[in-house]
C-alpha cells in the first residue's frame, strides 16, 4: 500500500488554506492534524509533493513488472478523493515524457525489456480499456458503439480452484511499441466520461480498467522453452465525493443545468456504492486475517467494481493500492477517509500463482528419422521425471 501526496492546487492557494497532511518519504508515514489533534499513518511507501512520475514508477512499480514477466497476474489502482492525482498518477500528461504516469510507463518498460532480451524467441502485447460508468460496462476501445451492445462480468474456476474473471467480447488490441500504445490511451481517453463538479474541473465520472494481456517464451542455456502469460490490470478509481463538499447549488439554476446536476448526482451516488463495497470487502478481509478467522463470503457481487477486482483482493493476484491525498485543510474529512482506508489494506495477504510452463525443443542431432514438421510436433513432450529435473534446474539459472 503506497501513499501519495499531492502539492497545494492553484485553487487553494488562491483561497489562503492552510496544509494539514505532511509526509516523509524517509519514514513512510503521513501525518494528519485534524481539530487540533494529530495522527500518524504507516504505509510500505510514502511520496510527497516533490516526488516525481519517475520517482514512483522505479521505487513501487518496475518491481511489479518484473513479476509480470514471470507469468504472475498483478493489479495496481489508486483510490482518493477526486481531485487528488489519481488520473494524473495513474495516465499523467501523455503528451511529455517526464509527466507520463503509471500506464504508459508499465507498457514502455515491459516493451522495452522483450526487445532488448535477444534470450525472447516469441512475444507479445495486447491492451484492452474498460469503462465502468453508473454500473454499467464499456469497452473503450471497440470500434462499434452501438447501444444494444452490453458487456457482461463473467466468472469461472480454472484449475487448481482459482478463480478467473472475464468480459467476453472486450476488445484487444495488439501493441508492438509504444507510440501504440499512446495511440489506444488517446483512444480512450477521448471517450471515457468525465465532467465538471466543485471539486474538480475535470472529475473522472467513471472507474476505469486498462489491462495488458503479457505472453512470452524465452529460450533457457539447455535449450529449453520457458512459456510464460500475464495480466496487469490497471485500475483508475473515479473519486470519492462527499455530496455536501462536491455537488452544486441547482434550486435557481436552468432546466438544464438542474438535469445536468440530477446526471452528477446520479453518477456519485454510484461510484461511492461502488467505492463503498471495495472498502467493506478490504475491512472483512483484514480483520478475518488479523483474527485467524475463516473467511466468509464476501460481497463481490455487490458492483461490477468489485466482481472484477476479485483476485486481486485476498486471491491470486498481486496487488498494489496507491492512496492519492490532498494537503489542503478544507479537504480534511476526506483525507482521513482515505488513510483509514489505505491503512485498512495494509497487511492483506495474496496468494499469487505463476502461470509458466517449461517446454523442450529437441535438438537436430536428436531427432533420428523423424522430419522436421513431425519433430516440432513430437519434440516438446516427454517422461515427467525429465521435466521435474530440467524445472528445477530452470529455477536454479
Not at 95 to 109: N, W
Not at 240 to 249: F, H, I, L, T, Y
Amino acid at each position: 500500500v503506497i501513499a501519495r501526496l499531492r502539492p497545494m492546487s492553484a485553487k487553494e492557494l488562491k483561497s489562503d488554506t492552510l496544509p494539514v497532511v505532511s509526509a516523509s518519504t524517509e519514514r513512510n508515514e503521513v501525518t494528519i492534524i485534524k481539530h487540533a489533534n494529530r495522527k500518524t499513518f504507516l504505509f510500505d511507501r510514502v511520496f510527497t509533493g516533490f516526488s516525481t512520475q519517475v520517482d514512483v514508477f522505479d521505487q513501487a512499480i518496475a518491481p511489479i513488472c518484473k513479476d509480470v514477466l514471470r507469468g504472475i497476474d498483478s493489479t495496481i489502482f489508486a483510490y482518493g478523493q477526486t481531485g487528488t492525482g489519481k488520473t494524473h498518477t495513474m495516465e499523467g500528461d501523455l503528451a511529455s515524457e517526464e509527466g507520463r504516469g503509471i500506464i504508459p510507463r508499465v507498457a514502455s518498460h515491459i516493451l522495452e525489456h522483450f526487445q532488448q532480451d535477444a534470450s525472447y524467441v516469441k512475444f507479445g502485447v495486447s491492451a484492452s480499456y474498460l469503462e465502468i460508468y453508473n454500473e454499467e460496462l464499456t469497452d473503450l476501445l471497440a470500434q462499434d458503439t452501438a447501444p444494444d451492445k452490453k458487456l457482461q462480468v463473467c466468472e469461472e474456476t480454472g484449475k487448481n480452484g482459482t478463480k478467473l474473471i472475464s468480459v467476453p467480447g472486450l476488445t484487444q488490441k495488439p501493441v508492438e511499441n509504444v507510440a501504440a500504445m499512446l495511440d489506444v490511451m488517446h483512444q480512450a481517453q477521448e471517450r471515457r466520461h468525465v465532467g465538471e463538479t466543485k471539486m474538480n474541473k475535470f472529475s473522472s465520472r467513471s472507474h476505469c480498467m486498462f489491462t495488458l494481456l503479457v505472453s512470452s517464451e524465452r529460450a533457457l542455456r539447455d535449450g529449453t522453452v520457458l512459456k510464460a502469460a500475464a495480466k496487469l490490470h490497471l485500475v483508475d478509481l473515479a473519486g470519492s465525493e462527499c455530496a455536501k463538499s462536491a455537488a452544486g447549488d441547482v434550486a435557481a439554476v436552468s432546466n438544464a443545468a438542474a438535469k445536468a446536476a440530477k446526471a452528477r448526482e446520479s453518477e456519485r451516488a454510484n461510484i461511492n456504492k461502488s467505492l463503498l463495497t471495495l472498502g467493506r470487502i478490504i475491512t472483512i478481509l483484514k480483520e478475518c486475517q488479523t483474527n485467524g478467522q475463516p473467511v466468509p463470503r464476501l460481497p463481490f457481487r455487490d458492483s461490477k467494481l468489485t466482481r472484477l477486482l476479485a483476485n486481486a483482493l485476498g486471491g491470486n493476484s498481486k496487488t498494489c493500492i496507491i492512496a492519492t491525498l490532498s494537503p489542503s485543510k478544507l479537504a480534511v474529512e476526506e483525507s482521513m477517509s482515505t488513510l483509514k482506508y489505505a491503512e485498512a489494506a495494509v497487511g492483506i495477504i495474496n496468494k499469487p500463482m505463476q502461470s509458466a510452463s517449461l517446454g523442450v525443443r529437441l535438438s537436430k542431432g536428436l531427432l533420428g528419422a523423424q522430419g522436421e514438421g513431425d519433430a516440432e510436433a513430437k519434440g516438446t513432450s516427454q517422461d515427467w521425471a525429465e521435466m521435474e529435473c530440467r524445472l528445477t534446474y530452470a529455477h536454479q539459472q
